[in-house]
């Protein structure tokens, strides 16, 4: 079965610093991946998406993402984060048999110190 | 070129008691989907709709959990004799027939069981 799995569950970073969210996949065939961003109270927003191609995705808000297949990794990095970026952040899989649904992680809840 | 939106933003009701959601879809697209977000979890895929295709009901947790759509409109989720276990974040969340897993998810509804 698919599953997604964000191994920290939180993670604190300072303003300014790197940062890199962890994913690992479980699907048999060529994923489709994507990162999600969730902020207090709002809906979940798309910051990437990998479907196929470059291993290494551009998103939005200065946010990339690469797929590892060897790994079944796809981690998501910053270079830089800014306060604005304190939410709750989803990995998830895209299934295309059947209901063409997303299954999720759990999420990884990001603060940033100042 | 509004988002998804979805009414009510919340509902608290009380065990045993029935309550509607609604979720009004991006115009043009054909597949919506409804997830669950209990506390501290990931998504959990609920319900498909595409176009006039039979939905996909393999996500509802009980044959409490109902939800109908009508053409490629606005769609309800129904939750009958609610538990406390139901208290949840609902989301919404549609997508173009072409791009089935780019899914662009509305605000949610928040849904306390007393």
């Known amino acids: 079965a698919q599953s997604v799995t964000q191994p920290d569950i939180h993670i604190t970073v300072s303003e300014g610093a790197s940062l890199e969210l962890r994913c690992n996949y479980s699907?048999?065939?060529?994923?489709?991946l994507f990162w999600y961003v969730q902020s207090p109270g709002q809906g979940l927003q798309l910051l990437l998406k990998?479907?196929?191609?470059?291993?290494l995705v551009q998103g939005i808000k200065g946010f990339e993402a690469e797929f590892k297949r060897s790994q079944s990794s796809f981690n998501l990095r910053k270079p830089s984060v800014h306060w604005s970026d304190a939410a709750e952040y989803f990995c998830a899989v895209g299934v295309v048999q059947g209901a063409q649904k997303l299954v999720f992680g759990q999420g990884t809840r990001l603060t940033i110190n100042p | 070129g509004a988002g998804v939106s979805q009414s009510p933003s919340n509902k608290v009701t009380e065990k045993g008691k029935d309550v509607e959601l609604r979720c009004d879809p991006i115009s043009g697209h054909t597949a919506l989907y409804w997830y669950r977000q209990r506390l501290g979890q990931g998504l959990e895929f609920l319900i498909y709709f595409q176009g006039n295709s039979a939905p996909d009901k393999s996500g509802l947790p009980s044959d409490r959990f109902s939800a109908e759509r009508t053409g490629e409109s606005v769609s309800t989720l129904t939750i009958q004799r609610t538990q406390q276990e139901d208290s949840a974040v609902y989301l919404c969340a549609s997508s173009f027939t072409g791009t089935p897993l780019t899914q662009y998810f509305g605000p949610g509804t928040r849904l306390t069981v007393l």
């Open positions: 699907y048999g065939a060529t994923p489709y």
């Open positions: 990998y479907f196929s191609g470059d291993t």
